[in-house]
């Protein structure tokens, strides 16, 4: 009988996060699994990890709000140090429970925002954010200037991601700050419509228009 990690592997591979929804709804372990999985964010399979987690814990909170909420907090457990461990994707996986079940997260955007205090969770935080405006739902009002104060950030990373959520958001930034980025020749990668790829902080600026208008 196969085992339930080559189940989840193989649903990652094939992007089935409908099996991997369902296998969720009856092995508590998919959700470690998928945990384990997204520490290479530089890896696809990562990144649909990240993307499944959501759809699994949408899913188990349809039948258990109460399951639901024990794996936010165990998400949220992971960031802290008296965890242990690092919880480097957590702030993404938390945004993928907010677009999949809003009406339940809505919690959480602000404490999602409040780790960009933490650098190693900054990217994961820009991301997030993005991911929740792509998504047509609201961002914390302390976003904007984090985002602005970051389209400056030494990290290419970083100031990618501030550029893509800048856009997201239609947040306006000087001209200065605008013409400076699309000479930015950096690249960073950015996981969107269920592709990874790698995109050049200046081709995002080129499309501006009137501020960080991203198309």
Same mark, same amino acid.
């Given at each position: ?12 591979? /094939?992007?089935?996060? *409908?099996? +991997? ?11 470690? +699994? ?8 530089? %890896? ?11 759809? *699994? ?5 349809? !039948? %258990?709000?109460?399951? *639901?909420? /024990? ?10 140090? !008296? ?8 702030? !993404? ?22 780790? %960009? /205090? ?30 602005? !104060? ?16 800048? #856009? ?17 020749? *950096? %690249? ?5 419509? #269920? ?21």
């Amino acid at each position: 009988m196969p085992s339930i990690k080559k189940d989840v592997m193989q649903a990652l591979l /094939d992007a089935d996060f *409908a099996l +991997i929804a369902e296998l969720a709804k009856q092995h508590k372990r998919v959700f470690s +699994i998928l945990i384990s999985v997204t520490f290479d964010k530089e %890896s696809l399979i990562a990144w649909r990890a990240i993307e499944a987690m959501g759809v *699994a814990v949408g899913a188990v909170a349809d !039948e %258990s709000p109460a399951k *639901a909420r /024990d794996i936010i907090r165990r998400l949220l457990w992971s960031v802290t140090e !008296e965890s242990g461990s690092i919880g480097w994707s957590a702030p !993404e996986m938390l945004a993928e429970a907010v677009v999949n079940r809003p009406g339940q997260f809505l919690d959480l955007p602000p404490i999602i925002l409040s780790l %960009s /205090d933490e650098p190693p969770f900054l990217r994961g935080v820009l991301w997030a954010m993005g991911r929740l405006a792509e998504a047509g739902l609201g961002t914390p009002h302390k976003t904007r200037p984090l985002v602005l !104060e970051c389209l400056s950030h030494p990290d290419p990373a970083v100031r990618g991601l501030a550029v893509w959520t800048a #856009g997201q958001m239609k947040i306006s930034a000087t001209d200065q700050v605008a013409a400076a980025l699309a000479r930015d020749q *950096a %690249s960073f990668s950015l996981y969107r419509g #269920g592709k990874l790829v790698s995109v050049r902080i200046g081709d995002l600026a080129s499309s501006f228009s009137h501020g960080l208008q991203v198309k």
